[in-house]
């Protein structure tokens, strides 16, 4: 399946300007023919990882780094002094991004919990309602 940006924008919930810029930044490369981008499904994959990835609380910057790592990087190469550096910097802003997403899990937890004490408080109000009626 191969659609044109205005199609793109509409299935990701995008605006146009906002995929241009994700191409801009590098996080998309869809193939231009006659002027005319053309988008397919791995390009609503990338999408779709970009939006969790913010909602996850990483910066576009950071989903660019982070693409780049998984796709030009072998673990088999001989790194450079400053390729180890890089690498360690990147290992710690990951290592700090896992452990922000465990800790908004653990918020989440509470909350959910928080709800079930208040539904379970509700339907008790309630039925003491129910029963004082008459």
């Known amino acids: 399946?191969?659609?044109?940006?205005?199609?793109?924008?509409?299935?990701?919930?995008?605006?146009?300007d906002t995929i241009r810029y994700y191409e801009k930044m590098g996080l998309l490369h869809p193939e231009i023919k006659n002027k005319h981008r053309e988008y397919n499904e791995n390009h609503i994959e990338i999408i779709s990882t970009i939006l969790k990835l913010k909602q996850c609380g990483f910066s576009l910057q950071e989903i660019?780094?982070?693409?780049?790592?998984?796709?030009?990087?072998?673990?088999n190469d001989e790194l450079t002094e400053a390729e180890i550096q890089n690498v360690q910097?990147?290992?710690?802003?990951?290592?700090?991004?896992?452990?922000q997403m465990v800790q908004r899990e653990k918020e989440i937890k509470?909350?959910?919990?928080?709800?079930?004490?208040?539904?379970?408080?509700?339907?008790?109000?309630?039925?003491?309602l129910e029963k004082n009626k008459d």
């Open 89 to 99: 910097q990147l290992k710690i802003l990951f290592q700090n991004k896992y452990k």
């Open 110 to 128: 509470q909350i959910k919990q928080i709800k079930q004490v208040l539904q379970r408080a509700d339907y008790k109000m309630e039925q003491l």
């Open 1 to 16: 399946m191969i659609i044109k940006i205005g199609e793109f924008a509409t299935c990701t919930n995008l605006s146009k």
């Open 64 to 75: 660019k780094l982070l693409f780049e790592w998984s796709q030009n990087m072998d673990e």
